[in-house]
């Protein structure tokens, strides 16, 4: 499985976001790779889901990757809904 933060420049709140998202999966003892990316090269990248904010969320929908809003990268509760409510479907 490969998922991809993404936020505007992709080293910023992604990298946030990333270290949140391999915490919280191996908490579940969960293997998969969590890559971050800018918002502009997202979409080129293969990925199973893409974790963003709401903003670049709208952007990116519609295509063949699910995405993922996340509304406060820092709460891991959020992020932790946001990730089960994908890995359980």
């Known amino acids: 499985m490969k998922i991809l933060a993404v936020c505007g420049m992709g080293f910023g709140s992604s990298m946030m976001l990333k270290m949140t998202i391999e915490k919280i999966?191996?908490?579940k003892g969960?293997?998969?790779d969590v890559e971050t990316a800018d918002f502009t090269t997202a979409s080129s990248i293969y990925a199973d889901f893409i974790f963003t904010n709401e903003e670049f969320a709208k952007q990116l929908e519609g295509g063949k990757v699910k995405v993922v809003s996340v509304k406060n990268i820092a709460d891991l509760n959020e992020v932790r809904g946001a990730l089960e409510?994908?890995?359980n479907t």
């Open 30 to 32: 969960i293997t998969a």
């Open 85 to 87: 409510s994908v890995l």
């Open 25 to 27: 999966l191996k908490e």
